[in-house]
């Protein structure tokens, strides 16, 4: 039995509801944001784990908080599961980003993995340190159950290197705002992916 990670995405915030990326803009969680970490919450208050992390960017933060309230543990916040640094994208719709920067915006959607932004990180740079983050955490909490809230690209980064896709394919993962993963991870990187993108609990929230 490996480490058995409860990997969940921040819920909404603003920028998530106007779809401009945020990466290391640490923006708060929205309304309802909160209301989906509750809803998480209650659904998970009956599970017993040795440990809450989170990205130390405020709405990984305070939806894992909210999650491990009911549990009376403190939060261990690590800023390697960070959001993906965008550089000068952050703030930026899509739309916005094609006009401006066309040709590394094209780069990017096509090549992510060795594909830098400008002023921020290469899908391959997320991947490594997401993954090393959970490894850590897997050897600290053996056959024990961990959760840990991080962000929508990286999550998608770290599970599709633990399940060996290509990870310039990474976007075909979907990973709605509080959804829940499992994954449970043994040695020499060898993982289980158990549950992905649930958000049963939501309920319509």
């Not at 979907?174 to 939501?202: C, G, V």
């Amino acid at each position: 039995m490996g480490c058995k990670i409860y990997l969940v995405r921040h819920g909404e915030t603003i920028w998530n509801h106007a779809l401009r990326y945020q990466g290391h803009a640490d923006i708060p969680l929205n309304e309802r944001g909160r209301r989906q970490a509750e809803a998480l919450a209650e659904r998970l208050k009956g599970e017993e784990f040795a440990a809450f992390y989170a990205s130390d960017l405020q709405r990984a933060l305070d939806t894992a908080r909210i999650v491990a309230r009911p549990h009376g543990k403190e939060v261990i916040p690590l800023a390697s599961l960070r959001e993906i640094n965008f550089g000068a994208w952050e703030g930026l719709t899509r739309e916005e980003i094609k006009k401006r920067f066309p040709e590394v915006a094209e780069r990017w959607w096509q090549a992510p993995y060795h594909t830098r932004l400008p002023g921020g990180e290469t899908l391959a740079e997320v991947a490594a340190r997401a993954v090393g983050a959970l490894k850590e955490i897997a050897e600290r909490h053996p056959e024990s159950k961990v959760l840990v809230v991080s962000h929508g690209g990286t999550i998608r980064a770290a599970i599709g290197y633990l399940l060996r896709m290509d990870l310039n394919q990474y976007w075909r993962l979907r990973q709605d705002n509080a959804a829940l993963n499992i994954i449970e991870l043994f040695e020499e990187e060898k993982a289980i992916l158990m549950l992905f993108n649930d958000t049963s609990h939501l309920n319509g929230i």
